[in-house]
């Protein structure tokens, strides 16, 4: 049973960058099988797919055009965890965001969330 | 983009409930529903259009192809009161609806 769990501040000044952390347990990160995204979640937005990466024979990265510019994400294999990195944020950015696992393009294990408040 | 109606529905328990997704494009059947309770990240119910996820009991059942899906719940239980969502994963980049609240009447 695969389990995320997410790490991360709640508030982040306007202009400042995010950064979160999702450790798996029960997987690899860098299993051929699977991808691992974050996803986040607003009220005017609703539920959107962020960036994603993963391993086959290298590492890959894809990204929503419209936080391309100013997203990260990074897998780290010793500690079999990944983050993402959100540069500039700003108060459109306050969501909450998961981390989560997609097996041909279903997303079948997520995060617990974190609320994240973009406020001075 | 993946619309769902209606936006609220009002249930009984007991009730046989159909949800609703349609999508602007073919998207096969690359379409997944899940569900979501209040303070919680979403649960995997269906995948591939009608494939129940591991642990989703049988009154859950999906169906569709195309550009129209369903889910369906035939008889309503305390803890289906939610909000459900489609996503496709046949376009990039993969895309959800707005969400259908199922609400106790």
């Known amino acids: 049973q695969v389990q995320l769990q997410q790490s991360g501040p709640g508030l982040v000044k306007p202009s400042q960058t995010l950064s979160l952390t999702c450790a798996i347990s029960?997987?690899?990160?860098?299993?051929?099988?699977?991808?691992w995204n974050w996803v986040r979640q607003s009220p005017s937005r609703g539920l959107e797919w962020l960036g994603r990466t993963y391993y086959r024979s290298k590492w890959s990265y894809d990204y929503a055009v419209f936080v391309k510019s100013r997203l990260t994400i990074t897998p780290d294999t010793p500690k079999n965890q990944f983050s993402l990195q959100l540069f500039s944020v700003a108060p459109e950015d306050t969501a909450v965001y998961y981390c989560?696992?997609?097996?041909?393009?279903?997303?079948?294990?997520w995060g617990q969330g974190t609320l994240l408040t973009v406020s001075s | 983009v993946m619309t769902q109606s209606p936006s609220t529905l009002s249930v009984s328990p007991g009730e046989r409930v159909t949800l609703s997704c349609r999508a602007s494009?073919?998207?096969?059947?690359?379409l997944a529903w899940y569900q979501q309770k209040r303070g919680q990240a979403p649960r995997l119910l269906i995948y591939d259009a009608s494939t129940r996820a591991t642990g989703i009991p049988a009154r859950c059942s999906g169906s569709g192809s195309g550009t129209e899906f369903t889910l369906t719940i035939s008889s309503l239980q305390s803890e289906d009161f939610a909000v459900y969502y489609c996503q496709q994963y046949n376009d990039w980049p993969w895309t959800f609806g707005r969400g259908t609240k199922v609400e106790i009447k």
């Open positions: 494009q073919s998207v096969t059947s690359n």
């Open positions: 029960g997987d690899s990160v860098s299993s051929h099988l699977v991808t």
């Open positions: 989560a696992r997609a097996t041909s393009g279903r997303f079948d294990s």
